[in-house]
């Protein structure tokens, strides 16, 4: 009988043991996070239509060169790049998607990166666009910029947009 009652024990602590994990294994339901890049192009592209393309058939007579970059800059000791953005559009320019090419002064690439900037250009207006610095360690400076007194490294910019984005 007391064998008995030992191996019923046993057998309950090792149940009661699969059940606990079982229960510690159990399915569970992941969710993606929204991106904050993809709250972005939503934001961008509510309500509006893409261009993508030189094509003049293809995007409504919109074309990529009817939007225009100008008065960069960087100093040495900034963390932030800015620049204009110039829509040259009959429509409000709501996003733009671009890659920023960093070249030395023998034109030597430093670096290019993909931005994406929501914005609310109206037709024919000018807006200045703010973007966190591509230089952590703040040791180049724009071209054009003031250099700081620990003397950086000079470097130019090359803007390729890829799409805009203009309201309906």
């Not at 569970?28 to 996070?33: I, N």
């Not at 800015?82 to 733009?96: A, E, H, Q």
């Not at 430093?110 to 591509?134: M, Q, Y």
């Amino acid at each position: 009988m007391k064998k008995l009652t030992i191996i019923i024990a046993t057998m309950a602590m090792l149940f009661s043991a699969a059940q606990v994990n079982a229960r510690k294994t159990g399915y569970k339901l992941t969710v993606e996070k929204e991106s904050k890049a993809a709250k972005e192009e939503e934001q961008m592209s509510k309500g509006s239509f893409m261009v993508a393309s030189q094509c003049t058939d293809c995007n409504n007579g919109y074309m990529l060169s009817q939007i225009a970059f100008t008065g960069y800059d960087k100093a040495q000791t900034s963390s932030t790049e800015t620049f204009f953005i110039t829509n040259n559009t009959d429509r409000t320019m709501t996003g733009i998607t671009l890659y920023i090419e960093y070249l030395d002064g023998t034109g030597r690439q430093l670096h290019k990166r993909f931005v994406r900037l929501s914005c609310n250009i109206p037709a024919g207006e000018t807006r200045r666009a703010d973007i966190d610095s591509w230089d952590k360690q703040k040791s180049f400076h724009f071209e054009k910029s003031a250099a700081s007194k620990r003397g950086g490294i000079a470097y130019n910019v090359i803007f390729d947009p890829v799409a805009f984005y203009l309201r309906f």
